[in-house]
């Protein structure tokens, strides 16, 4: 199947600094990347839909100011949460679909887990 | 909006044991359906999948999963659990807008 990576696999800041964790597709071009964020001992849940050379697609109650979505190229989605406070540490998950799987299976990254202390 | 249920949020089984974990879901259309399976540190794992067709499922390491309709269901199973299997395993559903809704996970601690 397609392999999906993300750097870093964990980072710790300080509270007020601002982290970007990356989201590759490795073996197909992914016109649609999205972002979850699952907290401990929960679900996934779905903060946005990264697309490629547009705007991110929010979902409700997620800060588009504070969770930044760049979406630079077809193999590359960046998520940089800014002035990072420790209500933020989390685990954050990347996903792609790959076309030549005919977009019906979802990949996912390794994830990145962040602390902020 | 869709959602899914895992009603069993913590499930402790003996070494082969059968296993059978619930997922039902809220949704009116026609729906794509899939488990997956997270081992300590690691990362989501597809086990199954149903798109259509026969609706009982196999998958990966003895698991299947059997899709009715009626019952808005997708339930899990296992006919003998081993040690290994001790993970989080997630229902999901896909209504076609791409982006999955995910259930609240069950986690599955096999005793040897």
């Known amino acids: 199947g397609a392999v999906v990576s993300q750097h870093p696999s964990w980072v710790i800041c300080k509270s007020g600094t601002s982290v970007k964790i990356e989201c590759r597709s490795l073996d197909f071009q992914a016109t649609t990347m999205f972002w979850y964020r699952q907290f401990p001992k929960q679900s996934l849940m779905l903060m946005a839909t990264s697309n490629e050379g547009s705007k991110a697609t929010y979902e409700q109650g997620v800060e588009k100011d504070k969770f930044l979505i760049n979406h630079a190229s077809l193999t590359l989605s960046t998520l940089t949460v800014t002035s990072a406070h420790p209500e933020d540490s989390s685990f954050y998950i990347c996903?792609?679909?790959?076309?030549?799987?005919?977009?019906?299976?979802?990949?996912f990254g390794p994830g990145t887990r962040l602390t902020v202390l | 909006a869709q959602s899914v249920s895992q009603h069993n949020h913590h499930v402790i089984l003996s070494e082969a044991a059968s296993l059978e974990l619930g997922c039902n879901y809220s949704?009116?259309?026609?729906?794509?359906l899939f488990w997956y399976v997270q081992y300590p540190g690691q990362h989501l794992q597809l086990l199954l999948k149903?798109?259509?067709?026969?609706?009982l499922v196999k998958g990966i390491k003895g698991f299947e999963a059997e899709f009715i309709k009626s019952k808005f269901s997708f339930n899990l199973r296992k006919p003998s659990v081993q040690w290994s299997d001790t993970a989080e395993y997630f229902c999901?559903?896909?209504?076609?807008?791409?982006?999955?809704?995910f259930g609240s996970g069950t986690r599955l601690q096999v005793q040897p």
């Open positions: 149903y798109f259509s067709g026969d609706p």
């Open positions: 949704y009116g259309g026609t729906v794509n």
């Open positions: 996903s792609a679909r790959d076309p030549s799987e005919g977009y019906n299976e979802q990949f």
């Open positions: 999901a559903l896909d209504t076609g807008r791409r982006a999955l809704t």
